[in-house]
């Protein structure tokens, strides 16, 4: 059994050989604590600053929709565009997006509209907002009578809890441009995903029906 003096011999050894390198490891050890505990902080900062921007862009565009007194277009566009601005990779920022392409469709502004939702489609947050830009977009290249780049935003496929509607606006854009059996054939295509969605089957089944006594 080693003596007081032996064991105490053997840790100034350990010292001399390690003490400043474990020192080192510690502060290192610290200084990551610290860094993570601030960056979290950081990150919980920017989500409750980005998550308030988008209520009052929500609040906002409510109390438009109502048509209540003072109600302006710009307390809408306010926060949706300081979404954009600060917070340019979140999915509030392609909620931002999609609302400012709202607003520019209600002012008449097609192609401006386009462009947001292009950048929603382009660098989507998550495949939900892309296939929501992506549909929106062909909806409104349908209504801009830009037949081609309406079934340019259908061809990339969607989820089946999109396909649906996207073989519904296929149909309408083929039957603008003429082709009728390529209308018919989307149309029944659609019928036979929307099983679970009466309302949908209707109104396709209305513009199949309308479509054979047109032929």
Avoid: C
Avoid at 91 to 113: C, H, K, W
Avoid at 125 to 130: G, Q, V
Avoid at 194 to 215: I, N, Q
């Amino acid at each position: 059994m080693r003596t007081e003096e032996e064991q105490a011999e053997i840790i100034r050894e350990w010292w001399e050989k390690h003490g400043f390198t474990t020192i080192l490891a510690i502060v290192a050890a610290i200084a990551l604590i610290l860094g993570w505990r601030q960056w979290q902080a950081q990150q919980e900062a920017t989500s409750a600053e980005a998550s308030a921007l988008y209520q009052n862009m929500i609040s906002a565009a409510q109390v438009l929709d109502q048509g209540a007194a003072g109600a302006a277009p710009e307390q809408v566009q306010g926060p949706a565009e300081q979404l954009l601005e600060d917070f340019p990779r979140s999915a509030y920022a392609d909620y931002a997006s999609l609302m400012l392409a709202r607003l520019a469709v209600e002012d008449g502004e097609l192609e401006q509209a386009a462009e947001h939702l292009q950048r929603v489609a382009d660098s989507p947050a998550s495949e939900n907002l892309e296939y929501t830009a992506r549909m929106r977009l062909a909806r409104l290249y349908l209504e801009m009578d830009q037949t081609e780049r309406t079934l340019e935003q259908l061809a990339g496929g969607f989820s089946p809890a999109w396909e649906g509607q996207a073989r519904e606006v296929r149909g309408d854009a083929l039957r603008r441009q003429g082709d009728l059996e390529g209308a018919r054939q989307a149309y029944e295509s659609a019928l036979d995903i929307l099983e679970g969605s009466p309302r949908e089957r209707d109104r396709v089944r209305m513009k199949l029906d309308d479509l054979k006594s047109a032929s």
